[in-house]
Antibody, heavy 123, light 110 residues
């Protein structure tokens, strides 16, 4: 079964740090680009960033709202992607999803998605 | 404010056809494919349309998509109660160098 499982969410104070993990199974993780998407309560989905595979030099890209504060990494030997979040702000409070960008001949889309992990930034 | 603009809500009765619009710019919809996701609370988002108008395996043929210039639309025909969900359009943005989502449209089946 193709599956992603996030972990590491929790309560953190403004200015603090947190590291999320995304464990993959059921597909060739090392060949996949992995993305993080978040959703604040009552708000829409927001793309956070991505890391490409080894063939693409593990290139990363980030949304402007998190650039310079968040870092995405991966360990292909553990089939796991990570989201390191520093200098957290209250507006970073959200459910964080990891997802794979699935490529086929005529397009690409995010699939599968994890179940999400809640990050709460509060004093 | 989201880069892609969707109406916050839409509604229809069972059997009706509803459409959801998504407006962007030349750097996103105007030059890249649009995907549409269905999101039910507490579940993972699911793609219903990719590459503007393609249905992935498993998506009902009641769902269709189109794109013209810098706008895209999702149409759902023969509306069913299980279609009640939030729908998001998304596209790559060449200027922002990232994926951009619409703000989402809450579809209510009356």
């Amino acid at each position: 079964e193709v599956q992603l499982v996030e972990s590491g969410g929790g309560l953190v104070q403004p200015g603090g740090s947190l590291k999320l993990s995304c464990a993959a199974s059921g597909f060739t993780f090392s060949g996949s680009a992995m993305h993080w998407v978040r959703q604040a309560s009552g708000k829409g989905l927001e793309w956070v960033g991505r890391i490409r595979n080894k063939a693409n030099n593990y290139a990363t890209a980030y949304a402007a709202s998190v650039k310079g504060r968040f870092t995405i990494s991966r360990d292909d030997s553990k089939n796991t992607a990570y989201l390191q979040m520093n200098s957290l702000k209250t507006e970073d409070t959200a459910v964080y999803y990891c997802t794979r960008l699935l490529y086929i001949a005529d397009g690409n889309w995010f699939d599968p998605w994890g179940q999400g992990t809640l990050v709460t930034v509060s004093p | 404010q989201s880069v892609l603009t969707q109406p916050p809500s839409a509604s229809g009765t069972p059997g009706q056809r509803v459409t959801i619009s998504c407006s962007g710019s030349s750097s996103n919809i105007g030059s890249n494919y649009v995907n549409w996701y269905q999101h039910l609370p507490g579940t993972a988002p699911k793609v219903v349309i990719y590459s503007n108008n393609q249905r992935p395996s498993g998506a009902p043929d009641r769902f269709s998509g189109s794109k013209s210039g810098t706008s895209a639309s999702l149409a759902i025909s023969g509306l069913q109660s299980e279609d009640e969900a939030d729908y998001y359009c998304v596209a790559w943005d060449d200027s922002l160098f990232g994926w951009v989502f619409g703000g989402g449209t809450k579809l209510t089946v009356l």
